[in-house]
């Protein structure tokens, strides 16, 4: 019987390469999104290139109803091997500038849906004995960016969370793993969407969506629990975990000012 994987977000960018990547291993799929029309065609693509099953399924994950039907399709089967929570969105401008439906939005997708797909995934998990979860987060999660405040506080819970469970699964002795995917600049649709000019970050800091899944999915066969893409930005990493904390929150303020003027 194939491995069946669950991949939210999964019509373009970073979700849509996971499946892609996961259909070539032999992954069925449950591809979810709000866009049905997009998530059929990856579907039709892939269950015809790698004669496998994939199902699309339409949720809005930062409502309610969205995650309770995700939870149960989630339950509903025996014999899901792997859950991407990649499903995100980002915005720009001061916090108290942005439209607060948005920022609402926004930590219920990455917090809430992340929370309850993950506790519905990890009930079947457990008892089975076997399976993953990746939770796609960001480099963002290890710093506060001006500009960024939402997206970087619900990449930093992302990180907490995926990391407290870890530690659980440790300490219940289950073969159970999770990882978080913390990729820098992707090129993928993410930042089409926001309107965000790729000419104001050096072109080498961008990866491509390819590179960054088949360095999270290398990292989930060894178990690795932080995944961050790329050595410049396991560097940056590093180096907010050894300077001090104002000098961190100072680049970052420089950083973002000089952004905002090219």
Request: glycine share 8%.
């Amino acid at each position: 019987m194939r491995p069946l994987a669950l991949i939210t977000g999964g019509s373009a960018g970073i979700g849509a390469t996971f499946a892609h990547q996961l259909a070539a291993r032999g992954y069925d799929l449950i591809l979810v999104g709000r866009r049905l029309d997009r998530l059929e065609s990856v579907a039709r693509t892939l269950a015809a290139a790698h004669a496998i099953q994939v199902e699309a399924m339409a949720a809005d994950l930062a409502a309610d109803e969205g995650q309770r039907a995700v939870e149960q399709r989630i339950a509903a089967s025996d014999r899901l091997e792997l859950l991407v929570n990649n499903a995100g969105f980002g915005t720009m401008g001061r916090f108290v500038d942005t439209d607060l439906a948005a920022q609402d939005q926004m930590h219920r997708l990455h917090v809430l849906a992340t929370m309850r797909l993950t506790h519905a995934a990890l009930t079947g998990m457990m008892a089975r004995g076997h399976g993953a979860i990746i939770n796609v987060s960001s480099v963002a999660g290890f710093v506060a960016t001006p500009g960024s405040v939402s997206y970087c506080a619900t990449k930093h819970w992302m990180n907490c969370f995926t990391e407290g469970l870890y530690l659980e699964l440790r300490e219940a002795r289950s073969p159970v793993k999770v990882q978080a995917l913390c990729p820098g600049f992707t090129y993928s649709e993410f930042h089409d969407r926001l309107g965000f000019d790729r000419r104001r970050v050096p072109a080498g800091l961008w990866l491509p969506a390819d590179d960054v899944v088949a360095q999270s999915l290398r990292g989930l066969e060894r178990g690795t629990l932080f995944v961050v893409t790329g050595w410049k930005y396991q560097l940056a990493v590093w180096l907010t975990k050894v300077l001090p904390a104002p000098l961190v929150r100072s680049i970052n303020t420089r950083r973002q000012r000089r952004a905002n003027r090219i």
